[in-house]
């Protein structure tokens, strides 16, 4: 446990090393700003284009000014303009960090949003997170809660704070976030704090990833103390500091505007803690996750089954949405090949080879010996070694190992995939092949997206397909 928590903290000094570095002076650009909001958005449990809009109103995505100072207006602070009169945060993190800006902004809105779960300012509808409307007050609250912000009053500015920031959603997202009924709000004063508005009947849901039972999580965020409580919503009964790790054994439950969930520590601290304040690390299953990018992808568990199996290898991360090459695949593919004649303790498997001559000179040297062994197998395409890997390619490549059978004679592969009509009949019978075994599905309803680079999640989802057909 000693080494873990070392590790931790060597990684969080490594993470502000790098951060105060990298950026030091100098703007991200927007793409790079999106995805740390993204990443601080999933692992704080708020849905990220709500962040994004903060971001985009208050400093139009910029941390630093022209000469490399930090962008500092009147008390508030960088990207999100934090303001921090009252010390609640590093202030030479604040500026200096960007991360940290992020995080703190993320802790700013949290703090805003439990104003309205707890009747401090009004709220909407049943408070549940994964709605966008209802952070109507807690993005009103960002800006100070302020009579200005109140669109029926008669001293209102022009654009309220959250009416830009749905206006900037609607425009640079394209996502339509719908006002809450404006007759529920008084004219001449600030609403009050019972007041409950309805949740509009139109609605759009966030991108808020929940937790299950059996998942390892620790304790994560800016704050130093964080608390279990006997129930969601109920009394603290434990002090925790950050990076404490756990096993989820209930949840989630809504209450007070949260998703709650019930965390063992051991024998003598169990209790309830907010989804927002903690990290999935892992799960019962698989254990440890040894990726560090992959603890809310939809592909997790499948990415760790086939670590445990030796077809993909231990690193720092596995970038599960980075395009597969042609000789990753080759190195997945061989693995599992060679998994299924060792469990199945079958020789190896050979089909007919359609390429006379390979040049292996560009493939790298640890993938050299997987790449030859496709080719001696006669699966290997004309391909160039690192060139990325469609999904239709991918077909190609494992359809000699896969059976092909009559039952299957009649499925028209068109009519299940509308966007097969520029392909090559190989082509059209890899992919209905595949199908048909159970290999690969669409990415989209009724669309196979061909011409699409195959990530490394599908790469692996699909290794675990063929392992599961062909193991007895």
């Given amino acids: 446990m000693k080494t873990i928590t070392q590790k931790i903290i060597m990684i969080i000094i490594l993470m502000l090393i790098f951060n105060t570095t990298v950026y030091a002076g100098v703007n991200p650009s927007r793409d790079e700003i999106e995805a740390i909001i993204d ?15 903060i971001a985009r109103v208050e400093s139009v995505y910029k941390h630093f000014n022209s000469d490399g100072s930090p962008k500092i207006c009147g008390t508030s602070i960088g990207l999100m303009q934090i303001n921090n009169v009252y010390g609640g945060y590093d202030n030479y993190r604040l500026k200096y960090d960007i991360l940290y800006n992020i995080e703190a902004g993320a802790d700013v809105l949290l703090n805003k949003w439990s104003m309205s779960s707890y009747n401090q300012v009004s709220s909407v509808g049943n408070m549940d997170p994964n709605i966008l409307e209802n952070w109507y007050f807690a993005l009103w609250a960002y800006n100070g809660w302020a009579q200005s912000n109140n669109p029926v009053s008669p001293y209102a500015k022009k654009y309220t704070y959250q009416q830009l920031i749905y206006d900037v959603i609607e425009k640079e997202y394209g996502k339509k976030i719908n006002n809450i009924d404006f007759s529920y709000l008084p004219r001449e004063s600030k609403p009050s704090r019972s007041l409950v508005v309805p949740t509009p009947y139109n609605c759009s849901s966030g991108n808020i990833i929940f937790y299950e039972k059996g998942d390892y999580v620790r304790t994560d965020g800016i704050r130093w103390a964080y608390y279990l409580r006997d129930a969601p919503a109920g009394n603290y009964v434990h002090q925790l500091s950050v990076n404490q790790l756990g096993t989820i054994t209930e949840g989630p439950v809504l209450k007070n505007g949260y998703y709650w969930y019930k965390v063992y520590i051991d024998e003598t601290k169990e209790g309830w803690i907010e989804r927002n304040l903690l990290l999935r690390t892992g799960d019962t299953q698989y254990g440890r996750y040894i990726y560090d990018d992959i603890s809310f992808h939809w592909a997790r568990k499948i990415i760790m089954d086939m670590y445990g199996k030796g077809i993909v290898s231990k690193a720092a991360l596995y970038n599960p949405d980075n395009p597969v090459t042609l000789e990753e695949f080759c190195v997945f593919l061989s693995r599992t090949l060679n998994y299924i004649e060792n469990v199945n303790k079958l020789s190896k498997i050979q089909t007919q080879n359609t390429i006379l ?11 050299l010996d997987f790449v030859k062994d496709i080719y001696e197998r006669g699966l290997l395409e004309a391909m160039h070694p690192l060139e990325n890997l469609n999904r239709k390619k991918a077909t190609v490549l494992i359809e000699d190992i896969l059976v092909s059978s009559n039952k299957y004679a009649e499925i028209d592969i068109n009519a299940v995939f509308s966007d097969l009509k520029n392909l090559t009949e190989e082509e059209i019978s890899a992919v209905k092949t595949a199908y048909v075994n159970g290999i690969v599905s669409g990415k989209h309803i009724k669309a196979f997206c061909p011409d699409e680079y195959l990530t490394r999640a599908e790469a692996a989802v699909i290794m675990s397909n063929i392992a599961n057909k062909y193991v007895r």
């Fill in 357 to 367: 001559y390979y040049d292996f000179t560009n493939v790298h040297f640890w993938a």
């Fill in 39 to 53: 990443e601080v958005a999933i692992k704080r449990g708020i849905p990220a284009i709500l962040l994004k809009g």
